[in-house]
């Protein structure tokens, strides 16, 4: 079994992977992730889309689940890149995310550090993600794990439509 995927828990906590089952609440999630970051207007995902893409033949992302007395508290959503300069893989976290009324317990480390287990296990270069700049809360937490702002570098986005055009 890989160990880094393997569930962890205790009495009252447990990280696991998420299952095709999970894809309603993996998808509450989301939109509650959107509702505080102030972009719900985004979310277009379906259960239908997450559960071919998360569990279907070709899942191209990973779901782990951190539950508080066998409630979802929070999910983290991941995928590999790749990085030519180091020569390894690395994992890229597209959305962590701890429900409020869970958060102040340590769920949001111990989830990062789940992860970041993920990553070695896997040889992984690396681990990245994306912060919005007015999330102080999310800034401050990342920062007191010794994460490193990338600020010398812009992101860039094409949408589906750009894509077609392009």
């Not at 009495?11 to 972009?39: F, G, H, N």
């Amino acid at each position: 079994m890989n160990t880094a995927l393997a569930p962890r828990h205790n009495e009252l906590i447990s990280i696991r992977e998420a299952t095709a089952s999970d894809t309603p609440v993996i998808l509450q999630l989301i939109r509650e992730l959107a509702e505080y970051e102030k972009l719900p207007h985004e979310v277009t995902a379906t259960e239908a889309g997450l559960a071919e893409t998360l569990f279907g033949n070709r899942r191209v992302a990973e779901v782990l689940l951190v539950e508080e007395k066998g409630t979802a508290a929070g999910f983290c959503l991941f995928f590999h890149n790749y990085s030519t300069f180091v020569g390894k893989p690395g994992l890229y976290i597209e959305d962590i995310f701890i429900r409020p009324e869970h958060r102040g317990k340590g769920l949001g480390k111990m989830l990062f550090a789940h992860v970041a287990g993920i990553a070695r296990e896997r040889d992984c270069g690396r681990m990245e993600w994306w912060v919005l700049d007015w999330n102080k809360p999310a800034i401050e937490f990342y920062a007191g794990m010794g994460a490193k702002p990338m600020d010398e570098w812009t992101t860039y986005r094409l949408t589906e439509e750009q894509l077609a055009k392009l």
